[in-house]
């Protein structure tokens, strides 16, 4: 599976984006679809999860009611919605999926996600 991000660019604190993820396949047999971030000189980090079979999302503290994970199976892509962004949510955005992962605890585990993005870059100017 093959994952391509879009939609990073700069925008100014307060501003929004909406990061985008497409599979290279059909991704009804992925399990989970989970966005990690990883600012300069910061381990990475997961931000949100989604599970495919249930629909249940979950979030950090730090985004909660601020983003919003989302999936389009038909168009094999998931999506994240940034809104009130601020200069700390600056970061590269990851896109990650596996099978068999779940979300919940394995959010910040990222070993244990088996397909990776190449990322896309998020800068909140101040």
């Known amino acids: 599976v093959q994952l391509v991000e879009s939609g990073g660019g700069l925008v100014q604190a307060g501003g929004s984006l909406r990061l985008s993820c497409r599979a290279s396949e059909l991704a009804f047999d992925l399990r989970a679809i989970a966005w990690f971030r990883q600012a300069p000189g910061k381990q990475r980090e997961g931000v949100s999860c989604?599970?495919?079979?249930?629909?249940?999302?979950y979030y950090i503290n730090s985004v909660e009611g601020r983003f919003a994970i989302s999936t389009d199976l038909h168009e094999q892509t998931a999506y994240l919605q940034m809104d009130s962004l601020s200069p700390e949510d600056t970061a590269v955005y990851y896109c990650?999926?596996?099978?068999?992962?779940?979300?919940?605890?394995?959010?910040?585990?990222?070993?244990?996600?088996?397909?990776w993005g190449q990322g896309t870059p998020v800068t909140v100017s101040s």
């Open positions: 989604i599970n495919n079979v249930d629909g249940n999302t």
């Open positions: 990650s999926a596996d099978r068999e992962t779940s979300c919940g605890g394995a959010i910040q585990v990222p070993e244990l996600w088996a397909y």
